[in-house]
């Protein structure tokens, strides 16, 4: 199906495990983000890819990591997961040029750290 | 840093009613302006935008208004329905390099029957 998909919808998770969320998207967009939501607040920015093998910092990374061979995926990894990582987490994609509702947005990964 | 918020962390409205939700920003360099909608367990929609060089824009039911001289947007939802319950957030990005969206916090919009 096309689209951009996220797994697992929910994962719960011990302090200090390594996680990994999976983002995938079928329209070959060069662009693809993860946010996270926290109560109360707006989505933040984590990581960025503008093509595979290049990705960039947000605005709060620390305690990520992210890579992405193919341009299809782009997994979000903690290393070493902390109670301040519960959160909902979301990824998104857009193609090129300058449109803002070029963006979509998977459905989420509800990850609570315990 | 730059950031983007709102006024208002809730608002409650009867059907039928005139929705207005604001939001403040404060990256005067921003390009466009987007107004997302987020229902419950799933991410944000696109619901309209505007571009910095405008100051309003009509969609079904809905309108964006700029006001780059106060650093203010707003959302105006006409005849609220039971469908329009959700977080409203505004976004903010630039066509220069990722166009990172940068969000504001979120209102919550109930239609009252």
């Known amino acids: 199906d096309a689209g951009i998909t996220q797994s697992p919808r929910y994962k719960i998770t011990e302090t200090g495990r390594q996680v990994t969320l999976m983002c995938h998207q079928t329209?070959?967009?060069?662009?693809m983000f993860w946010y996270r939501q926290d109560l109360g607040h707006g989505l933040r920015l984590i990581y960025y890819?503008?093509?595979?093998?290049?990705?960039d910092k947000g605005e709060v990374p620390d305690g990520y990591v992210v890579s992405r061979s193919k341009t299809e995926n782009f997994p979000l990894t903690l290393e070493s997961a902390t109670r301040s990582q519960t959160s909902v987490y979301f990824c998104?994609?857009?193609?090129?040029?300058?449109?803002?509702?070029?963006?979509?947005f998977g459905s989420g990964t509800r990850l609570t750290v315990v | 840093g730059e950031s983007v918020g709102l006024h208002l962390p809730t608002l409650s409205v009867q059907e039928g009613d005139n929705s207005i939700i604001n939001c403040a920003y404060s990256n005067s360099a921003s390009d466009y302006f987007i107004w997302y909608k987020q229902e419950s367990g799933k991410g944000p929609q696109f619901i309209i935008d505007i571009r910095s060089n405008m100051d309003k824009r009509q969609g079904q039911r809905v309108t964006v208004l700029l006001n780059k001289t106060v650093k203010h947007l707003s959302l105006q939802i006409a005849a609220t329905q039971p469908g329009d319950s959700a977080v409203y957030f505004c976004?903010?990005?630039?066509?220069?390099?990722?166009?990172?969206?940068?969000f504001g916090q979120g209102t919550r919009l109930t239609i009252n029957p």
């Open positions: 890819s503008a093509a595979a093998d290049i990705t």
């Open positions: 329209w070959s967009h060069s662009y």
């Open positions: 976004a903010e990005n630039t066509v220069e390099g990722a166009q990172k969206l940068v």
């Open positions: 998104a994609s857009r193609g090129q040029g300058a449109s803002p509702y070029g963006y979509t």
